[in-house]
């Protein structure tokens, strides 16, 4: 051990003119002056030779002197190895890694060490530099001075032991150590080194890079790059240097961490263009690709320099494109091809889901710029609107989703591309070219009643579902209308091409189910689908004005073509034209610059045509009033109220004005006015049907009491006219979970007094009636929950209890809801379910599996006092009813012979068995 004390006295005895901390200075004295002054001070504290302390170090740091000897009598080597010298021996002598008491130091000794390691740093490192680094504005006031390479080599073998004390690193104290020593090494690797030497150049460079700031080291190879007019080899280095810490693990989240300015669009497009080079080998760009993929998904900052590098990589050539398309789809592998398919295993919990769709977000929806193309999008939207229709609707990440779809569908050409993606998507077509991802058919989302999280799951079977519908509900919710607009009229020219083909096509003898399968789906599929999501668009007040606004002149084209569909014209087309004509009569009322265009008064033939050539009243009814806008009889009824009009029109029009008026009361006097039309079976109103629909449904969302019950009475009215579209319709909104709660509940009431009104005939949409209010049962909230079982109860008694089929799975509801449930009223509209099925029961012998857990659930019920006073009391009507049914059971005749029993005693007064007995008469 040394005297450690002798050595602090010696280093604050000196004076550190290029230490960053600064020095003491000497009055009048220039840097010669200062290091003259050192090194007697030096000699005088150490009294060893130089030639033994050069021997010392360069056994210790394992450097190998060169041939040509060190010239000692230069004032700055032996300054130099001097300092090498103390720092050594200090390293050695203080255990700078303890934490131990008696190896700390003081505050002011751990500066000194600082001040000389930076002082070191001036004249062993950086001014020993490559010359061409002296044109740098960093290194422009630092005087060159050439030293021999074993000094050098001795320099960088001891600040990698220096470096490794962190104390040392207080505030940022050795940031330009760091900068000058690896300026050092790239100096002395184009100087041509040994073997030996280029071994200890590279073990410097790997600890710079994996033991320091990654990003310091990208921010000083990039400064080193900036000097102007640098020499081919040296530029040649710092690119290579560049290259392979780039291609390195988390590369280019150094990089970025190097580049990271208040501004963040500017330093994303330093960093764009630094990493999409095309000089970049190909092995080098998809690395990097793989990497700033793993860097977005692990990040929340920086991810526009990331996606916007990711751009760049993409357009540079096909490789990088497959390379991108690879990983995009690796993100849902787990739900398009799941590896596991047991029952009931989770495959993605909510916070993975969410984590993919929120990255995806970003890679797609951060800017119109910085991201990637949205044709990227287009193989994946079946699985993006299947994840959308599924989860539900709190979940913040759903809006992502239908920004991903819109984004994707906005971006596509009108005239080929949208039709044809629309086409592929309505057509349920996976398979390709190229094929698209969708959830595994074993898949499905799965909300916990208990916690509130999503999962997505392996069931036993699932159903094949239409997730195309699943796009209507986006666009009416979204609010780009334009898009809208976009997609409506690219629909209904699918629609378009589909009647007119199936006007010329025949069909050939079917053999086999398989074939009779194809034919239908090939045939109606994708004609069903276009008319649903046509209908539900139809009537969107915003698709409205938009057409109107911008595409009538393309609307009315498509009309034009639709009015030319009149040989042997099918159901679908009828209601196709009935649907178009309602909704263009309506726009060419509101607009009066549409009437009196151009291509509206062209239709004014079509139509007549049309007129002459069918028979549907309904549609006889929508075009009398359409032709007489065409040709400029009927004036626009919003800025004239001329009396040439037809009467039953004229009224039409009336009670549509009072009921889109917002006071109640002359809301309602519109709804009487039209009840009593309905019900003298007035044709405009007839055919003007879908209309009334539309503005019920708008009118039903109404506060005040009066308003929506009348409304209710409208739809009993209109269901005597068309009782399939509008139980279909208002089941769709009662299951819509984007709807508020007290409108959900009026149209259930509607529901129920529609199925009232057409009575026992209501059994033929038993399952659409049934299984909407069994969904509105397994709602997780509590109001809408007792309100459907309260429906389910009386729509029992409606069917006459002809609910079979979905016997087991209401007492399975009726079971969960009992035993786990926590709201009361639902508690008690499932006890009335029960009671109303037991009432049901014709044959107790059908059911006499499940009567003895009934009776016994009944019976604790009504003997538990503590229980709610209503459920006793819905439980003892039940006890009654099972009590009556097994009397009347027990009075009958039939089943007292059913309930014969033989009882048979063996081995009494049997003759005994004589030889050897058959085995099928033993026993």
């Known amino acids: 051990m040394i005297n450690t004390a002798k050595y602090f006295a010696l280093l604050e005895n000196l004076n550190f003119k290029h230490a960053e901390t600064g020095g003491k200075e000497l009055v009048g004295s220039d840097g010669l002056e200062v290091l003259q002054a050192n090194l007697k001070i030096l000699s005088k504290y150490i009294q060893k030779d130089l030639k033994e302390q050069l021997q010392e170090l360069c056994m210790a740091l394992q450097v190998e002197k060169e041939s040509d000897e060190i010239d000692l009598k230069n004032c700055v080597n032996c300054y130099i190895i001097q300092l090498l010298h103390v720092l050594h021996t200090l390293s050695i002598n203080i255990n700078f890694h303890s934490d131990a008491k008696e190896d700390l130091i003081s505050v002011a000794h751990l500066k000194l060490c600082i001040r000389a390691t930076q002082e070191l740093s001036y004249y062993a490192l950086r001014s020993q530099l490559h010359e061409d680094f002296y044109k740098s504005a960093v290194y422009k006031d630092v005087q060159r001075v050439s030293c021999y390479r074993s000094l050098i080599y001795l320099s960088v073998q001891m600040f990698i032991r220096l470096l490794t004390i962190r104390q040392l690193h207080i505030a940022n104290a050795m940031e330009l150590v760091q900068r000058d020593l690896l300026a050092a090494v790239i100096s002395q690797r184009v100087a041509q080194p040994s073997p030996e030497q280029l071994l200890q150049l590279n073990a410097a460079l790997a600890y710079l890079w994996q033991s320091e700031s990654k990003a310091d080291y990208f921010r000083h190879v990039l400064l080193l790059k900036a000097t102007p007019n640098l020499s081919a080899p040296l530029a040649k280095e710092l690119h290579h240097q560049l290259l392979s810490k780039l291609g390195a693990t988390h590369g280019f989240a150094s990089l970025l961490a190097a580049l990271q300015t208040p501004n963040v669009t500017q330093s994303a497009e330093i960093v764009a263009q630094i990493v999409a080079q095309r000089g970049f080998s190909l092995r080098l760009q998809q690395r990097l690709i793989e990497q700033i993929f793993d860097f977005c998904a692990m990040q929340t900052k920086g991810i526009m320099a990331g996606v916007l590098s990711l751009r760049r990589l993409y357009e540079l050539n096909v490789e990088n494109r497959e390379c991108v398309e690879r990983l995009l789809s690796s993100h849902w592998l787990p739900l398009t091809s799941p590896a596991d398919l047991l029952n009931g295993l989770i495959i993605w919990e909510q916070a993975q889901l969410c984590a993919c769709i929120r990255l995806w977000e970003q890679l797609f929806c951060s800017s119109s710029v910085a991201c990637l193309p949205s044709v990227l999008l287009v193989p994946f939207v079946p699985l993006l609107l299947q994840l959308y229709k599924h989860l539900p609707q709190m979940l913040t990440d759903r809006k992502a989703l239908a920004a991903l779809i819109l984004r994707c569908l906005d971006n596509r050409e009108s005239k080929q591309e949208l039709p044809a993606v629309l086409q592929r998507l309505y057509s349920l077509d996976l398979t390709g070219p190229p094929p698209w991802q969708a959830l595994h058919p074993r898949l499905a989302i799965k909300l916990s009643s208990q916690s509130g999280l999503v999962t997505v799951q392996v069931e036993q079977q699932q159903e094949e579902e239409n997730y195309c519908r699943a796009l209507t509900a986006l666009l009416k919710a979204g609010s780009d209308h334009t898009l809208t607009a976009k997609i409506f009229l690219a629909l209904l020219g699918l629609m378009l091409q589909q009647l007119q083909a199936n006007e010329s096509a025949s069909t050939e003898l079917l053999s086999t189910e398989t074939e009779l399968a194809d034919f239908l789906h090939s045939k109606y599929h994708l004609k069903l689908e276009l008319l649903v999501a046509l209908e539900q668009l139809v009537w969107h007040e915003p698709l409205k004005a938009q057409l109107a606004a911008t595409q009538s002149k393309n609307f009315i084209q498509l009309v034009a073509q639709l009015t030319t569909i009149t040989v042997q014209p099918s159901e679908m087309a009828e209601h196709m034209q009935l649907l178009i004509l309602l909704l263009l009569q309506e726009l060419l009322e509101r607009n009066e610059q549409m009437q009196l265009s151009e ?81 003298n079976k007035d044709p405009t109103f007839l055919s003007q049907s879908h209309r009334i629909i539309a503005l019920a449904l708008s009118t039903l969302k109404q506060k005040e009491s009066y308003t929506f019950l009348n409304c209710v009475r409208l739809f009993v009215q209109l269901v005597h006219i068309m009782e399939a579209e509008v139980l279909d319709l208002l089941s769709d909104e009662y299951l819509s979970e984007t709807a508020d709660l007290d409108y959900r509940l009026v149209v259930g009431e509607a529901i129920l007094k529609a199925a009232q009104e057409i009575g026992p005939l209501c059994y033929r949409y038993k399952a659409v009636l049934i299984n909407c209010f069994l969904h509105g049962a397994r709602s997780s909230l509590d109001e809408f929950r007792s309100s459907a079982y309260a429906n389910l109860a009386q729509l029992c008694r409606l069917l006459t209890y002809q609910v079979h089929s979905f016997f087991q799975e209401l007492l399975q509801l009726i079971d969960a809801e009992l035993s786990s449930g926590r709201y009361l009223p639902a508690k008690r509209g499932a006890l009335l379910v029960l009671a109303e099925l037991l009432a049901g029961m014709d044959n107790l012998l059908n059911y006499q599996d499940m009567l003895l857990p009934i009776y016994r659930l009944l019976r604790a019920i009504e003997a538990n006092e503590s229980c709610d006073s209503q459920m006793r009391q819905h439980a003892a009507n039940g006890l009654k009813v099972i009590n009556e049914k097994c009397r009347e059971l027990l009075k009958s005749d039939a089943p007292v012979q059913q309930l014969q029993r033989e009882i048979k005693v063996l081995g009494i007064k049997e003759p005994s068995a004589k030889g050897k007995r058959h085995i099928l008469e033993l026993n």
Request: no cysteine; glycine share 4%.
């Open 599 to 679: 291509s509206t008064r062209q239709l004014q033939q079509p139509l007549q045509k049309l007129a002459s050539g069918t028979s549907n009243p309904l549609l006889l009814n929508a075009l009398q009033p359409l032709l007489e806008l065409v040709s400029g009889k009927q004036p626009n009824r919003l800025t004239s109220k001329a009396p040439s009009a037809p009467a039953s029109l004229a009224s039409f029009q009336k009670a549509r004005e009072l009921i889109e008026n917002e006071q109640p009361h002359l809301q309602v006097y519109g709804i009487q006015l039209m009840l009593e039309a309905l019900r």
